[in-house]
């Protein structure tokens, strides 16, 4: 496609549940990142992949949240047992190497954990 | 911990006159900065940057002032539309040379600009 998707765009989910956060970046894209904005917040680094490379995980609030790369395309975050705290819109952003951080986000997820 | 901020959460502006976004920093290492701006429900688009080695970069309508000493910058709309109304971000990437990698954002400058 030629920008980066995200599904769900809503989810509303009950608290202790899991949920899944899907992005697919932009093709050729090396760059994959994960950002959250809960309200009246900036942006939150969750976490980064680039290419082969180990994924910088320094972001990720708790050992509820993984994320994983799958091909060097398609990501997905995982959050367990989700809290209300969670609630934010997830971000995913894409970039090809040395871009200068002139990312493409894609529309985000909304999650509302109930 | 804040290492960008911007204080103003909201500017209101009228069409045609300037808007002035402001942005503080806390880093004296960030040797890079950017400007996102974000519409309802879309995801932030990356508007204007600048590197440390520049006080000013323009591009058409938009420029962006840097102030090193005062660990300071600034995003000049000339002249504002309602087009622009949005929530503008600054932005500094955490790796000092570096052209990816995590980047710090401000919590965002609501622009309101009124005919």
């Known amino acids: 496609g030629a920008g980066v998707s995200q599904s769900p765009s809503n989810k509303v989910t009950e608290k202790g549940k899991d949920v899944e956060l899907r992005c697919d970046p932009i093709?050729?894209?090396?760059?994959l990142y994960w950002y959250r904005q809960s309200l009246g917040q900036g942006l939150e680094f969750l976490i980064y992949?680039?290419?082969?490379?180990?994924?910088?995980k320094s972001g990720l609030p708790s050992d509820r949240f993984s994320a994983e790369r799958t091909g060097g395309s398609v990501s997905t975050l995982t959050i367990q047992r989700t809290q209300q705290e969670d609630s934010a819109v997830y971000l995913c952003?894409?970039?090809?190497?040395?871009?200068?951080?002139?990312?493409?986000f894609g529309s985000g997820t909304r999650l509302t954990v109930v | 911990d804040q290492q960008v901020k911007q204080n103003s959460p909201s500017l209101s502006v009228q069409e045609g006159r300037i808007s002035i976004l402001n942005c503080d920093y806390t880093?004296?290492?960030?040797?890079?900065f950017l400007w996102y701006k974000k519409y309802p429900a879309e995801g932030p688009t990356f508007l204007i940057s600048?590197?440390?080695?520049?006080d000013k970069n323009e591009d058409g309508r938009f420029t962006v002032f840097l102030n090193k000493s005062a660990k300071h910058l600034s995003l000049h709309i000339v002249p504002s539309q309602p087009g622009d109304s949005a929530v503008y971000f600054c932005?500094?990437?955490?790796?000092?040379?570096?052209?990816?990698?995590?980047?710090?954002f401000g919590r965002g400058t609501q622009l309101t600009v009124w005919p």
């Open positions: 952003a894409s970039s090809p190497q040395g871009a200068n951080y002139g990312y493409t």
């Open positions: 093709s050729g894209h090396t760059a």
């Open positions: 992949f680039q290419g082969n490379s180990a994924p910088d």
């Open positions: 880093n004296s290492m960030f040797d890079y």
């Open positions: 600048i590197s440390s080695i520049k």
């Open positions: 932005a500094a990437p955490s790796d000092r040379g570096s052209t990816l990698g995590r980047l710090y």
